[in-house]
């Protein structure tokens, strides 16, 4: 079993100011009876994607397309 886990946003104004841009903090949490297929999932959809995305360490979801999104999502929620 492996477990991802991830946040996006800020902390809602605690230590610093609200962004009324980005006023949500979001935690989410993957549990994976296999680790082999997520990343197959992963690393078919980095093969298909620009190259300028291949060269970075992390694919980050509010950086990618929609189309790419929906694909990660259904792949990952297709391999559970």
């Known amino acids: 079993m492996k477990i991802y886990l ?3 946003g800020n902390l ?3 230590g ?8 949500y903090f979001v935690l989410a ?3 994976a009876r ?5 990343r197959r ?3 078919k959809i980095r ?3 620009p190259k300028k995305y291949k060269v970075k360490s992390e694919l980050k979801f509010n950086e990618s397309d929609d189309p790419s999104k ?3 999502l259904e792949c990952v929620a297709k391999n559970q």
């Open 70 to 72: 929906r694909r990660i």
């Open 47 to 49: 093969q298909t994607l």
């Open 6 to 8: 991830d946040e996006s």
């Open 16 to 23: 610093s100011r609200v962004s009324e841009e980005d006023p």
């Open 29 to 31: 949490a993957l549990v």
């Open 34 to 38: 296999e680790e082999i297929p997520i």
């Open 41 to 43: 999932c992963i690393r």
């Open 12 to 14: 809602g104004g605690l």
